[in-house]
């Protein structure tokens, strides 16, 4: 359990070098509630503008004409900003340390071999007849041509959409076919903790599902695996890039031109294409890496992510290069060849700041202290984490264990659609609580409100809404305006609705507690319950699924499937395993049911809904406490359901 009055000063020696104050981050968050308008006008003038702004602010939150718009007649690229403009003064200085899967395989990348490679896969695009506001969609391991591949975008006015690599098929041709994207940049394969991941197999598969959408795709050669190449359709990177100049001149983009889409899942239907933007988007990007993170001119930043999630997008990629960081980008994973590795990258590459998610401390604190003693860690100087809440025991070991109680640890509180941090204890300007995401960032004021909307005062619990926009916020669902409003501005109208609960203690802390909707998030991974019971439905031997979120050591969450059978279908564990199988053929690994429980039926309400609060509790193993089920159509469903539960 979290404790309200356990705090940790910010350490001493950390303190006397931090660029922001108590006093400074109280004066800053002031002026930015004050006059927003003056507050952004200003802070606009981190990045370069080809045609500056003269409008700061033109939003409405009102539901009949909702629209985000922020310096939205200034002009400007997103690689200008990323890569060119640091080439006078940073040209020999590192933009990425990229670390490969395999021990021992790294290799350093300056800010002027980023212009020229970044400059060629732009022209590489051109050559496949890409243009301003065609969508483009990436499915690549974690290697620098994803980079490439989205700078490449954001030079010539394309519209990125990266899907994980662990994203199977048929979720990867569900998301062409949403953006009509009609190029795939995808890589012959994936190595990942030794293993290869086939990522051109099912790049051609999901083309295939995909019927006609793909025109074009671009594979970049990683390990030299055996593909086969559709002739017309297919190029290899090496080939057409050895072909193009290494001169590309970025395309002028109004602010308001998007930048990318990035499909996220919510609790009801498929995932959305949350849509971001060319200027408000960078300049949060940019302004929330530099203050969350303390950023000084030599760090080494490194997030752990991947670029398929917007940690990725926000904190390895825009982020550190709107900054002019360096930041390392890691192919494998934190386990891989042993629970060493985060730390052993940590030193080889002198990394200054740690970035990476609760689920890969549990996961490393199950393995002890030994494999983060026998590293140095010396070079760190600040943690940070995001994802998912983190519990306090793992808090309590990063900062002790990996941290030696010398480094504080950021817990940033964000979301796809908010593109960047919004609720964070900013180094050096409050005690730490663990597990706390603790303060609002500049521009950012969050409410809670109880289920019928009231705004709760002081201390207490309930739903967290934002009142205000911020520049960073997501614009639009891609291709349906109308379910961004319904989604996020509809329960509350007029203000942001994140989905998340969340506690403000006695002292002003804000406390995320989970989300509030039919989101769970595994391993910091959202994945909605509505996407796994389609998958499992889907299945020729399910007449139907009801899946939810339970407790899970290492992943936070996990994912427990409640199914009902169609008449002649044997409920075994041979059926058990085909189901996982199925739900990762349609969605992929990350969504894998962790329990599965064949039910001959599910708890509904007289009208046929299915009263997901008592599955919930049965899945949580908190039966004694079921609440009213008076209303239920069949109650005895439910005497079953915990006799024959998965999660004792
Ligand atoms: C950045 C990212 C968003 C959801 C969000 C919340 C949870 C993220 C958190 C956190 C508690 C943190 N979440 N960071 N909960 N503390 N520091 O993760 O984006 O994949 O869209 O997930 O993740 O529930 O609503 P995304």
């Known amino acids: 359990m979290s404790d309200d009055s356990k705090t940790y000063p910010v350490p001493e020696a950390f303190a006397s070098q931090a660029n922001l104050t108590p006093e400074k981050y109280r004066e800053m968050y002031a002026a930015s509630i004050a006059d927003p308008a003056a507050f952004w006008g200003e802070q606009g003038k981190r990045l370069d503008w080809m045609t500056p702004y003269t409008v700061v602010k033109d939003v409405s939150w009102e539901t009949g004409d909702l629209h985000v718009r922020w310096y939205s007649d200034g002009v400007l690229n997103v690689t200008a900003n990323c890569i060119d403009r640091h080439l006078d003064t940073r040209g020999d200085k590192a933009a990425f340390i990229w670390e490969g899967d395999k021990p021992g395989e790294s290799h350093t990348v300056t800010y002027r071999q980023l212009h020229a490679s970044v400059s060629k896969f732009a022209n590489v695009l051109k050559e496949l007849g890409v243009k301003k506001g065609d969508r483009v969609t990436i499915y690549m391991p974690m290697i620098l041509e994803a980079a490439y591949a989205m700078l490449a975008c954001a030079r010539i006015g394309a519209v990125h959409s990266v899907v994980f690599g662990g994203f199977s098929p048929e979720a990867l041709a569900g998301r062409i076919v949403d953006c009509g994207s009609e190029v795939l940049i995808t890589a012959d394969e994936g190595l990942r903790g030794g293993k290869s991941v086939p990522l051109k197999v099912n790049a051609d598969k999901a083309a295939g599902i995909a019927g006609g959408t793909v025109k074009k795709m671009l594979v970049v050669k990683r390990t030299g695996g055996n593909v086969s190449m559709t002739e017309g359709r297919d190029h290899w990177l090496h080939e057409i890039g050895a072909t193009v100049s290494a001169d590309c001149p970025p395309e002028p983009m109004n602010a308001e031109d998007p930048l990318f889409i990035l499909y996220t899942s919510g609790s009801t239907g498929k995932p959305k294409g949350v849509l971001h933007t060319t200027g408000g988007y960078l300049l949060w990007a940019s302004m929330t890496h530099e203050y969350v993170f303390d950023l000084k001119e030599n760090d080494i930043f490194w997030c752990s992510a991947d670029v398929g999630w917007v940690t990725g997008h926000t904190y390895i990629i825009y982020g550190p290069l709107a900054n002019g960081a360096t930041s390392v980008m890691f192919e494998g994973v934190p386990t891989y060849p042993d629970a060493s590795r985060f730390w052993q990258v940590c030193d080889k590459h002198q990394v200054t700041i740690f970035y990476t998610a609760p689920t890969a401390i549990r996961a490393l604190m199950r393995e002890g202290e030994g494999p983060v003693n026998k590293t140095s860690r ?28 010398r480094c504080p640890i950021v817990d940033t509180w964000w979301q796809t659609e908010t593109g960047g941090t919004l609720i964070v204890p900013l180094p050096n300007t409050t005690d730490m609580k663990p597990g706390a995401g603790s303060h609002p960032f500049f521009g950012i004021k969050p409410i809670l409100v109880d289920a019928d909307g009231r705004e709760l005062e002081g201390a207490a619990d309930g739903n967290l809404l934002i009142t205000d926009s911020w520049p960073g916020q997501m614009r639009t669902v891609y291709g349906d305006h109308q379910r961004f409003v319904e989604t996020y501005f509809t329960a509350y109208p007029g203000k942001y609705f994140t989905g998340d609960g969340c506690r403000r203690d006695a002292d002003g802390f804000y406390w995320i507690t989970g989300r509030v909707d039919d989101v769970i998030n595994v391993s910091g991974h959202r994945m909605g319950t509505a996407e796994v019971e389609s998958a499992l439905v889907s299945h020729d031997a399910v007449a139907e699924a009801a899946v939810v979120g339970y407790p899970h050591d290492i992943k936070g969450q996990g994912i427990y499937a409640y199914v009902t059978l169609r008449a002649g279908c044997e409920a075994d564990d041979a059926l058990r395993k085909n189901l996982v199988a ?45 609440g009213d089920t008076s209303t239920l159509a069949e109650p005895e469903v439910v005497k079953d359901l915990i006799d024959n539960r998965q999660n004792r």
């Not at 329990?595 to 193993?621: C, D, H, V, W, Y």
């Open 378 to 405: 010396k070079s760190i100087r600040l943690l940070g984490t995001v994802g998912e809440p983190i519990n306090p025991e793992a808090w309590e070991w990063y900062f002790h264990v990996v941290g030696e109680a």
């Open 582 to 626: 199925h739900v990762r053929n349609e969605i992929g690994p990350i969504a894998s049911p962790d329990l599965i429980q064949f039910a001959p039926g599910l708890p509904k309400t007289r009208s046929g809904k299915i009263m997901r609060r008592i599955l919930r509790k049965i899945a949580e193993n908190e039966f004694s406490n079921l």
